[in-house]
């Protein structure tokens, strides 16, 4: 017995590394769909878009970079089928660098291709990156196309039949940033606060707990938290709008729900190998003791 669990203890710990990888990687390629809670607060976050009349406008910025884009992208997906499937417009912004000219038109190009009748300039567009943090949120309020004189193609802001009559936030219906860092609180303390207009963060869990304060304050009505939040946003989706359950069961695509099961088995993984090796260590003790007794 004791022979047993010395060759146990000493197991080769690319064995352990390889069970990890596996407990990541199968989630993802075979969806396990355990099961998701949705909370209050990204129900909030659903509740607001489905609350918005036909044709309104939504601003969406993309305040992350590919740092977090584990945890954003899958919200980005999930709001922007959201919008489409309301037929509400989409006008995107980025206040983090490589966030306009990567991250949102990809994203926005991604969801463009699930609905063909969708054009670019009318339905949607991506006015891009803007440097400054707070001084162009501030002049967006009062001058949207002194911030955006062209959108992220260079195609002149008067051109765009989307932009057509847009002045300021109070021609949109609700803002949702996708935050890393500061940013998301700038929308709150900011564009809400002083400029009333509506607004949903999601939030790298990381950053999820401080915006909570904001959520209760009635500075955010939503919150996205992580991975989490994302994955219960696309739950709900997919409840309300059940074409975009085959998009989510696709077979090596990554969304919130398969990363939020490959997280959960590699936890549990993690969890087994802290037993096995706290049994080990115990074992190997009362070995030792039984020796040194003989």
Not at 214 to 228: D, P, R, T
Not at 240 to 260: D, H, I, R, S, W
């Amino acid at each position: 017995m004791a022979d047993i669990v010395r060759k146990l203890a000493a197991i080769d710990p690319r064995i352990i590394y390889l069970v990890m990888g596996l407990a990541v990687l199968f989630p993802i390629l075979v969806p396990i769909g355990l099961r998701v809670t949705i909370t209050p607060p990204t129900q909030s976050a659903f509740d607001a878009i489905e609350k918005i009349a036909e044709g309104s406008r939504v601003l969406v910025s993309f305040d992350y970079g590919p740092s977090t884009s584990a945890e954003n992208d899958p919200m980005a997906a999930a709001i922007l089928r959201h919008c489409f499937a309301r037929n509400l417009k989409v006008v995107s912004i980025a206040l983090f660098p490589v966030g306009g000219d990567s991250v949102a038109r990809d994203q926005m190009l991604l969801a463009a291709k699930e609905f063909p009748d969708k054009k670019d300039t009318v339905d949607y567009v991506n006015l891009g990156y803007k440097d400054g943090g707070q001084a162009p949120m501030k002049l967006m309020a009062t001058d949207f196309k002194a911030v955006f004189p062209t959108d992220a193609a260079g195609r002149p802001y008067d051109s765009l039949p989307i932009m057509q009559d847009v002045k300021s936030y109070k021609d949109f219906a609700i803002a949702e940033t996708l935050a890393t860092g500061i940013i998301g609180e700038w929308w709150a303390n900011l564009v809400n606060a002083q400029f009333h207009l509506d607004v949903v963060i999601g939030a790298t869990a990381v950053s999820a707990p401080k915006y909570y304060a904001y959520l209760n304050s009635g500075n955010a009505v939503g919150l996205i938290g992580g991975l989490k939040g994302a994955s219960e946003y696309e739950k709900l989706l997919v409840e309300k709008y059940p074409q975009f359950e085959g998009a989510y069961k696709q077979a090596g695509v990554l969304t919130a729900t398969k990363g939020m099961d490959a997280q959960n088995i590699a936890h549990l993984a993690i969890v087994f190998f802290i037993l096995i090796g706290n049994v080990f260590y115990v074992l190997m003790k009362r070995s030792r003791r039984a020796g040194d007794a003989a």
